[in-house]
T-cell receptor, first 115, second 111 residues
Framework: DTGVSQDPRHKITKRGQNVTFRCDPI?????LYWYRQTLGQGPEFLTY????????KSRLLSDRFSAERPKGSFSTLEIQRTEQGDSAMYLC?????????????FGPGTRLTVT | SQQGEEDPQALSIQEGENATMNCSYK?????LQWYRQNSGRGLVHLIL?????REKHSGRLRVTLDTSKKSSSLLITASRAADTASYFC???????????FGTGTRLKVLA
């Protein structure tokens, strides 16, 4: 399967701990997005990369959240000093800059539970 | 508030019937997309319609876009139990890649 993969699929952490999630996009996709989704809501945009450049960030991506895409391939999302309000599903998506541009392919998500 | 807001929030129909859901948005856009989410397959892209298009078809799906009213509709014809899912519209405001999803329409198709 050559779709978007995310690791881990589930993460339980104690409040105040740091967590890091990884996303591996479809190999030929230049664009990569991170979203957060809570129960009953649609995905909420966090950040967007084109190749290795982080071009857009939500105000939600404050000092506790950081994302990187060091070589324009995989990406990591780190949350420092987690809070219970960070409990959510974190989704990664990728898309191509050409061809079917704009069509995002989503990974299965990482479900974070902060206790 | 959300850029895209779907209506109705929930919809229950019998298999074989058509399902229509609507999306409204607030700013000018380059395109609007519809996605489906169910527990088995996660979020899946259904169809993209560009701002200069008024209607688009894909299989049993028909999407319309009215930029003057800032609204879109998704019609699923001859629905099946497998269409049971949440449906979201997503729009990036013009000049951005900040895709904004609505809260979704939860469709239940009864066999």
């Amino acid at each position: 399967d050559t779709g978007v993969s995310q690791d881990p699929r589930h993460k339980i952490t104690k409040r105040g701990q740091n967590v890091t999630f990884r996303c591996d996009p479809i190999s030929e996709h230049n664009r990569l997005y991170w979203y957060r989704q809570t129960l009953g809501q649609g995905p909420e945009f966090l950040t967007y990369f084109q190749n290795e450049a982080q071009l857009e960030k939500s105000r939600l991506l404050s000092d506790r959240f950081s994302a990187e895409r060091p070589k324009g391939s995989f990406s990591t999302l780190e949350i420092q000093r987690t809070e219970q309000g960070d409990s959510a599903m974190y989704l990664c998506a990728s898309s191509s800059i050409s061809g079917r541009a704009g069509e995002q392919y989503f990974g299965p998500g990482t479900r974070l539970t902060v206790t | 508030s959300q850029q895209g807001e779907e209506d109705p929030q929930a919809l229950s129909i019998q298999e074989g019937e058509n399902a229509t859901m609507n999306c409204s948005y607030k700013t000018s856009i380059n395109n609007l997309q519809w996605y489906r989410q169910n527990s088995g397959r996660g979020l899946v892209h259904l169809i993209l319609i560009r701002s200069n298009e008024r209607e688009k078809h894909s299989g049993r799906l028909r999407v319309t876009l009215d930029t003057s009213k800032k609204s879109s509709s998704l019609l699923i014809t001859a629905s099946r139990a497998a269409d049971t899912a949440s449906y979201f519209c997503a729009t990036p405001p013009s000049g951005t890649y900040k895709y904004i999803f609505g809260t979704g329409t939860r469709l239940k198709v009864l066999a």
